[in-house]
Each structure stands twice: as C-alpha cells, then as structure tokens.
C-alpha cells in the first residue's frame, strides 16, 4: 500500500502562481516509480497534467500546461512538486496526485493507469 499527502492548493488570480507538493508518506522502500497529476473540474472528466518517473528528469506535460506549469521530483524526500504559473480560470480544478510502479519512463505516460491517489486539492483561479 503506498499513501500520498498533498498540499498546496489554494484560490489566486489570473495570473497567478500556486505550489503544490505530494510527499510519499508510505511504500516505495525500494525501486523506481512514477508520479502524476491529475485534475478534475465540475462536470468534466477526470485529466492527466504532468507525470516524472522517479529515474529520470523527462517529465510529461499535457499541452495546455506546458510552459506554465512545471513538475519535479525530489526523490531523497520522495515528494512531488507542481510549480503552476501563469494560471488561468480554466485551471481551476481539484487536483490529485498518483503514483504506480514504473520500470523506465515510458511507464510514467499521463494515460498510464495509476494504482494509488490522494485526496485531493482545490485550485481556485479567478478572473
């Protein structure tokens, strides 16, 4: 059983910046795995945002965030980060974080099926 701890979310401006962290809180005492994110808005699916695999620093990004947002791993912590910048009302969501075993990049892919989720943050961007 791996759990995630996620924080960070919060309500800013267009424009805005927001960081959100997702630590490892259990599991993984060994071996690479990937991490992701995902949001969901109001009466929309469920969309991957950015994913890294704990071996490498060549992440995923869906277009609609690549150049704002940005995602990295410390892995001595074994915490993700989400730098979001730039942000836009459409960005408003719940975000969560997730997690599943990988065994080279390829594994990490934003339409990857991920075993373990948080609970969840709300990210607010006004207009």
């Known amino acids: 059983q791996v759990l995630l701890a996620e924080s960070g979310g919060g309500s800013v401006q267009d424009g805005g910046s927001l960081r959100l962290s997702c630590e490892v809180v259990?599991?993984?005492?060994?071996?690479?795995?990937?991490m992701a994110w995902f949001r969901q808005a109001p009466g929309k699916e469920r969309e991957g945002v950015a994913s890294i695999y704990s071996g490498s620093d060549s992440p995923y990004y869906r277009d609609s965030v690549r150049g704002r947002f940005t995602i990295s791993h410390d892995k001595a912590k074994k915490t993700m980060y989400l730098q979001m910048q730039n942000l836009k009302p459409e960005d408003t969501a719940m975000y969560y974080c997730?997690?599943?075993?990988?065994?080279?990049?390829?594994?990490?892919?934003?339409?990857?099926?991920?075993?373990?989720w948080g609970q969840g943050t709300q990210v607010t961007v006004s207009s």
């Open positions: 259990s599991g993984y005492t060994s071996g690479e795995y990937c």
């Open positions: 997730a997690t599943r075993r990988g065994y080279t990049r390829s594994w990490c892919q934003l339409t990857s099926d991920y075993n373990y």
